[in-house]
């Protein structure tokens, strides 16, 4: 995996240290990303933050950190549900160890044992 830097050099194919609409739909598809045009034209305005019809490297590396954040905020998320669906499912199998348990002491007393 390439760096940012990299990256956005590696996309900037005329080397204007700004990457144009073509650059990026050339990019992505080198990373082979088959993208509609509605979504380039959707992830260009993601990145193009001043409107400007270019995107910098500060643009660049903004956007990229926001979709850092979200993937962590997402693997926070799936972290914390994991934890949840554990507890919920080990408190019913406490739950019916208890019930099970119960019943057997039940019977034993029943049956004087
Ligand atoms: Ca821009």
Same mark, same amino acid.
Request: aromatic letters at 10%; one cysteine or more.
């Given at each position: ?8 050099? %590696? ?8 990457? +144009?609409?073509?650059?990026? &739909? ?10 509609? &045009?509605?979504?380039?034209? +959707? ?5 193009? &933050?001043?409107?400007?019809? #270019?995107?910098?490297?500060? +643009?660049?590396?903004? +956007? ?5 954040? =979200? ?12 934890? %949840? #669906?554990?507890? #919920? ?8 160890? #208890? ?9 034993? =007393?029943?049956?004087? %044992?």
């Amino acid at each position: 995996m390439n760096c940012p830097r990299r990256t956005f050099r %590696i996309y900037d194919d005329n080397g204007s240290r700004m990457l +144009e609409y073509e650059e990026l &739909k050339n990019g992505v598809k080198d990373y082979g990303l088959n993208m509609s &045009k509605a979504e380039l034209d +959707e992830l260009f305005a993601c990145f193009d &933050k001043d409107n400007s019809g #270019t995107i910098s490297f500060d +643009e660049f590396i903004l +956007e990229l950190r926001v979709c850092l954040n =979200n993937i962590i905020l997402a693997y926070r998320f799936f972290i914390v549900l994991a934890i %949840i #669906t554990f507890v #919920t499912a080990a408190l019913a199998l406490l739950s019916l160890l #208890t019930v099970a348990v119960a019943s057997m002491l039940a019977l034993a =007393n029943k049956c004087n %044992i």
